[in-house]
């Protein structure tokens, strides 16, 4: 190890100054942090490989993260503070070709045409080929000379083809390089789902979305910029079949910044009178919106304090038509700790809530108006465990090495079990009594099979596809038919 030197910056407001210590940093010969303590004293520690990789950080509460490296300096193994241990196989050209969680399940990527997740190098400029996941279900891309996409494949075999325009045509909106088509395979026919059109500078000009499969139903987006193509000034949307329109206008000020964003359109369902609703922006020196105005007049403010923290919530309600005249709210107030994080909040009767946060940051008690006292406690990687109550009532959470949420057990030692799927999908619920309700879904995650407590028990009836609801999905993964218990059938 070589031997560090110290070094501090010392900020206050904000501000680097050398009066008042907020956070402080070391350094090694090397020039790579050491370790750091912020304003309470809460240092993290990091350790180093000869080749400056990060190898061990140590937390504030002793948690330890531990990386491994290849040859060619590419992660292989990340050891959790859970114990959770995550591996990686990486190609010769140091891409990541496959990842393992920390319960065994197998993720693997291909960088080459041919969709090898082998460790050959890629052919295909680093682009991601292939996608399979731990089921063996795949996500294929195709890309052309340029990198963009022009297929995929979805998990489910569907799949979406997009153009572009090879030459450019400023009348007609074509602009070479930039997206033309959108289309699906639906059944062995190519149907265009979108069509888009371009400015000379790059900028939309018209999004056409076609709404059917025969393309007469269509919705049309059209987008108007400024003279120098920087700031959307209006959007304007309509659709065969009917004469309504809707509109976006945008106002800026000469740095850029949105004043103004106007929707106009019909009154009601049933009332087509046009109206125009405008919502108003104001800004401090910073660019951060300190005060909205929505359309019926009522004000929100924003205060901050030095460091950009939200210090003040106000609310100004109109009380008559008289433009100056308000009724003003004091909404909340916020108090922060030395490490900027909230330590109490006065609400607008002037009840004080209280926050306390362990070495990590984690909140750790609550303290309400009254004085009641609700306690966390957080895992070695920073997930809530227990919540114990004003009255001292427990409820545990447990987790698996995945980060899944596996077991919750109340005050009264009733626990509810989850279980999961190879990607992280809930796939059944267990309550205290035994009652189970499962899950099941397709290759694309779409929700397709649940079977209810009663049904799974044999009390209640299941649908001719041995569920409670069954559910199917079109090409674009949109709900198309839902089959429910008794085999009543909805189509979307």
Same mark, same amino acid.
């Given at each position: 190890? &070589?031997?560090?030197?110290?070094?501090?910056?010392?900020?206050?407001?904000?501000?680097?100054? #050398?009066?008042?210590?907020?956070?402080? #940093?070391?350094?090694?010969?090397?020039?790579?942090?050491?370790?750091? @303590?912020?304003? +309470?004293?809460?240092?993290?520690?990091?350790?180093?490989?000869?080749?400056?990789?990060?190898?061990?950080?140590?937390?504030?509460?002793?948690?330890?993260?531990?990386?491994?490296?290849?040859?060619?300096?590419?992660?292989?193994?990340?050891?959790?503070?859970?114990?959770?241990?995550? *591996?990686?196989?990486?190609?010769?050209?140091?891409?990541?070709?496959?990842?393992?969680?920390?319960?065994?399940?197998?993720?693997?990527?291909?960088?080459?045409?041919?969709?090898?997740?082998?460790?050959?190098?890629?052919?295909?400029?680093?682009?991601?080929? %292939?996608?399979?996941?731990? #089921?063996?279900?795949? %996500?294929?891309?195709?890309?052309?000379?340029?990198?963009?996409?022009?297929?995929?494949?979805?998990?489910?075999?569907?799949?979406?083809?997009?153009?572009?325009?090879?030459?450019?045509?400023?009348?007609?909106?074509?602009?070479?390089?930039?997206?033309?088509?959108?289309?699906?395979?639906?059944?062995?026919?190519?149907?265009?789902?979108?069509?888009?059109?371009?400015?000379?500078?790059?900028?939309?000009?018209?999004?056409?979305?076609?709404?059917?499969?025969?393309?007469?139903?269509?919705?049309?987006?059209?987008?108007?910029?400024?003279?120098?193509?920087?700031? +959307?000034?209006?959007?304007?949307?309509?659709?065969?079949?009917?004469?309504?329109?809707?509109? @976006?206008?945008?106002?800026?000020?000469?740095?850029?910044?949105?004043?103004?964003?106007?929707?106009?359109?019909?009154?009601?369902?049933?009332?087509?009178?046009?109206?125009?609703?405008?919502?108003?922006?104001?800004?401090?020196?910073?660019?951060?919106?300190?005060?909205?105005?929505?359309? %019926?007049?009522?004000?929100?403010?924003?205060?901050?304090?030095?460091?950009?923290?939200?210090?003040?919530?106000?609310?100004?309600?109109?009380? *008559?038509?008289?433009?100056?005249?308000?009724?003003?709210?004091?909404?909340?107030?916020?108090?922060?700790?030395?490490?900027?994080?909230?330590?109490?909040?006065?609400?607008?009767?002037?009840?004080?809530?209280?926050?306390?946060?362990?070495?990590?940051?984690?909140?750790?008690?609550?303290?309400?108006?009254?004085?009641?006292?609700?306690?966390?406690?957080?895992?070695?990687?920073?997930?809530?465990?227990?919540?114990?109550?004003?009255?001292?009532?427990?409820?545990?959470?447990?987790?698996?090495?995945?980060?899944?949420?596996?077991?919750?057990?109340?005050?009264?030692?009733?626990?509810?079990?989850?279980?999961? &799927?190879?990607?992280?999908?809930?796939?059944?619920?267990?309550?205290?009594?035994?009652?189970?309700?499962?899950?099941?879904?397709?290759?694309?995650?779409?929700?397709?099979?649940?079977?209810?407590?009663?049904?799974?028990?044999?009390?209640?009836?299941?649908?001719?596809?041995?569920?409670?609801? #069954?559910?199917?999905?079109?090409?674009?993964?949109?709900?198309?038919?839902?089959? &429910?218990?008794?085999?009543?059938?909805?189509?979307?």
């Amino acid at each position: 190890m &070589d031997f560090f030197v110290p070094e501090r910056y010392i900020y206050r407001n904000g501000e680097l100054s #050398f009066r008042s210590p907020q956070c402080c #940093f070391r350094y090694y010969r090397n020039n790579k942090a050491f370790d750091y @303590v912020d304003a +309470l004293g809460n240092t993290e520690t990091l350790d180093y490989d000869l080749y400056r990789r990060r190898t061990r950080v140590t937390d504030p509460r002793g948690g330890v993260r531990e990386y491994s490296y290849d040859v060619n300096g590419a992660l292989t193994k990340l050891l959790e503070p859970d114990g959770a241990i995550l *591996s990686f196989e990486n190609t010769i050209d140091g891409l990541r070709r496959s990842k393992t969680d920390g319960i065994g399940y197998t993720t693997r990527y291909s960088y080459r045409f041919d969709r090898n997740p082998g460790d050959l190098p890629s052919d295909a400029k680093g682009q991601v080929t %292939l996608e399979q996941d731990p #089921f063996g279900h795949t %996500l294929e891309v195709d890309y052309d000379p340029y990198n963009q996409p022009t297929r995929i494949r979805d998990k489910n075999g569907n799949q979406q083809y997009i153009t572009y325009y090879t030459i450019s045509d400023y009348v007609t909106g074509a602009l070479a390089g930039k997206r033309q088509h959108i289309q699906v395979d639906l059944g062995g026919t190519l149907v265009t789902l979108e069509t888009w059109t371009w400015n000379a500078n790059g900028t939309p000009r018209r999004r056409i979305q076609t709404l059917d499969t025969t393309g007469t139903r269509k919705r049309f987006t059209d987008y108007t910029f400024d003279a120098g193509g920087l700031n +959307l000034i209006g959007i304007r949307i309509s659709a065969t079949g009917t004469s309504d329109i809707i509109t @976006v206008d945008y106002t800026y000020d000469a740095l850029g910044r949105k004043l103004t964003e106007t929707t106009t359109r019909r009154a009601s369902a049933t009332d087509a009178t046009q109206v125009d609703l405008t919502t108003h922006y104001q800004y401090d020196a910073l660019d951060r919106i300190i005060k909205t105005t929505d359309p %019926l007049g009522t004000i929100t403010e924003t205060v901050y304090d030095q460091n950009g923290k939200v210090r003040q919530e106000k609310i100004y309600y109109k009380v *008559s038509d008289d433009p100056v005249t308000y009724d003003t709210r004091i909404i909340a107030t916020h108090a922060y700790d030395g490490a900027d994080r909230r330590t109490d909040t006065t609400d607008m009767d002037g009840n004080v809530t209280r926050f306390r946060y362990d070495e990590m940051g984690n909140l750790i008690q609550t303290i309400d108006a009254n004085g009641h006292v609700t306690r966390y406690e957080f895992d070695a990687m920073g997930r809530r465990v227990a919540t114990i109550d004003a009255n001292g009532h427990r409820t545990d959470t447990e987790y698996d090495l995945a980060g899944n949420m596996v077991r919750i057990t109340d005050a009264n030692d009733s626990a509810t079990s989850f279980a999961y &799927d190879a990607l992280g999908r809930k796939t059944s619920t267990t309550t205290a009594l035994g009652n189970q309700t499962l899950t099941g879904y397709d290759p694309n995650g779409n929700v397709t099979h649940i079977t209810d407590a009663n049904a799974v028990a044999g009390s209640q009836p299941k649908n001719n596809q041995g569920v409670s609801i #069954f559910r199917e999905y079109d090409e674009m993964n949109r709900l198309v038919r839902e089959i &429910d218990a008794q085999n009543g059938e909805t189509r979307y």
